[in-house]
T-cell receptor
Framework: AQSVTQLGSHVSVSEGALVLLRCNYS??????LFWYVQYPNQGLQLLLK??????LVKGINGFEAEFKKSETSFHLTKPSAHMSDAAEYFC????????????FGTGTQLKVEL | KAGVTQTPRYLIKTRGQQVTLSCSPI?????VSWYQQTPGQGLQFLFE???????NKGNFPGRFSGRQFSNSRSEMNVSTLELGDSALYLC?????????????FGPGTRLLVL
């Protein structure tokens, strides 16, 4: 079975500050990891994904994440927050042979303040 | 290419009724997955269809069912609605089911059960 844990259901940062959203995974086989963003009243949009190529993954809107097997982590970062980054962020995992079944974390609501 | 479309976008039903939601995947995509999103339970996987066959099923009662047509369009049905079925139902499509495939989400159907 796979699972993901997102630490911090709410994170608040100042505009221009570093964004760090935490995700730890549990998987008995090599995982595929994803970060999705959800704006109010919308579906989910893929930010980036890890599929065992490079451990440092760059995504859209300046976000990136680093896969650390030793720490079972896949934290999402952005050097400088923008007001438009305010949204809910979800970490998710699938595995080889698991088809397209995504197991999601509980989400982190990011607030960006002036 | 057009994105994933879901109809209707909003729906109000009463307890005991049944409901059918529709999802049209991105052209050429053969995999369609359904998720339920609620404030209490978060994002939960319902089922995945690929080439008209159910490939994966989540832990939901038999009241929840789905199907996929030869053009890859999918429908999900919920019979004997309960108040707890109020949720945002999201559909996602992908071109295949290799585990690390990107899934593209639709805007969702928001169901309110009174």
């Amino acid at each position: 079975a796979q699972s993901v844990t997102q630490l911090g259901s709410h994170v608040s940062v100042s505009e221009g500050a570093l964004v760090l959203l935490r995700c730890n995974y549990s998987s008995s086989v090599p995982p595929y990891l994803f970060w999705y963003v959800q704006y109010p009243n919308q579906g989910l949009q893929l930010l980036l994904k890890y599929t065992s190529a490079a451990t440092l993954v760059k995504g859209i809107n300046g976000f990136e994440a680093e896969f650390k097997k030793s720490e079972t982590s896949f934290h999402l970062t952005k050097p400088s927050a923008h007001m438009s980054d305010a949204a809910e962020y979800f970490c998710a995992v699938t595995r080889t042979g698991g088809g397209n079944k995504l197991t999601f974390g509980t989400g982190t609501q990011l607030k960006v303040e002036l | 290419k057009a994105g994933v479309t879901q109809t209707p976008r909003y729906l109000i039903k009463t307890r005991g009724q049944q409901v059918t939601l529709s999802c049209s995947p991105i052209s050429g995509h053969r995999s369609v997955s359904w998720y339920q999103q609620t404030p209490g339970q978060g994002l939960q996987f319902l089922f995945e269809y690929f080439s008209e066959t159910q490939r994966n099923k989540g832990n939901f009662p038999g009241r929840f069912s789905g199907r996929q047509f030869s053009n890859s369009r999918s429908e999900m049905n919920v019979s004997t609605l309960e108040l707890g079925d109020s949720a945002l139902y999201l559909c996602a499509s992908s071109s295949s089911r290799g585990g690390g495939e990107t899934q593209y989400f639709g805007p969702g159907t928001r169901l309110l059960v009174l």
